[in-house]
């Protein structure tokens, strides 16, 4: 089984995308295919660059979608579901809020859910990003420039400075 994820930037952050496989009888994950999309690209461009992906031989059928479905990303995400691509697809609404909710295939989780577990994964040594993947260096660097910090207004940032996504 393998999971496209799809974090959508434009014009200032660089759309990235990442394959991850879950194999049969394994508990690692392991990052097969990481990308940056040039700046600009507009998001015809990127939902061509998806299919491309997700009908890969090796992941035809085999895969699920989850896509940034914050900001401009509502209508990509329905761009992507016209695209007919063959796999499941879930929009994923990033919020600063408490806890994930899920109505149909979109899903609410508050950002630092989904650093926190991606730091799970990496601290138990379950997420294997390969060395050999061209970004794979700028993925790991921004991984561990992640920071929370509090804003003047009491809020709570979740961020990295600069790196792959940016």
């Known amino acids: 089984m393998f999971c496209v994820?799809?974090?959508l930037g434009q014009r200032r952050d660089h759309t990235a995308i990442a394959v991850v496989e879950k194999p049969e009888r394994s508990a690692a994950l392991l990052v097969r295919h990481l990308e940056r999309v040039p700046l600009g690209m507009p998001y015809p461009g990127v939902v061509a660059l998806v299919r491309e992906i997700v009908t890969d031989d090796q992941q035809w059928g085999r895969c699920a979608l989850a896509v940034d479905g914050t900001g401009v990303g509502a209508p990509v995400v329905e761009m992507l579901r016209g695209a007919q691509l063959?796999?499941?697809?879930?929009?994923?609404?990033?919020?600063?809020?408490?806890?994930e909710r899920q109505n149909g295939s979109v899903w609410n989780?508050?950002?630092?859910d989904l650093i926190a577990g991606v730091q799970v994964l990496l601290d138990r040594e379950e997420l294997k990003i390969a060395r050999r993947?061209?970004?794979?260096g700028a993925l790991v660097r921004e991984l561990l420039d992640m920071r929370m910090t509090m804003a003047g207004t009491g809020?709570?940032?979740f961020g990295a400075d600069g790196g792959w996504g940016a």
Request: charged share 35%.
């Open 109 to 112: 989780v508050p950002k630092r």
């Open 86 to 99: 063959g796999c499941e697809l879930s929009a994923v609404m990033i919020t600063g809020g408490e806890r």
């Open 133 to 136: 993947l061209r970004e794979a």
């Open 155 to 157: 809020r709570v940032r």
């Open 5 to 7: 994820g799809v974090d």
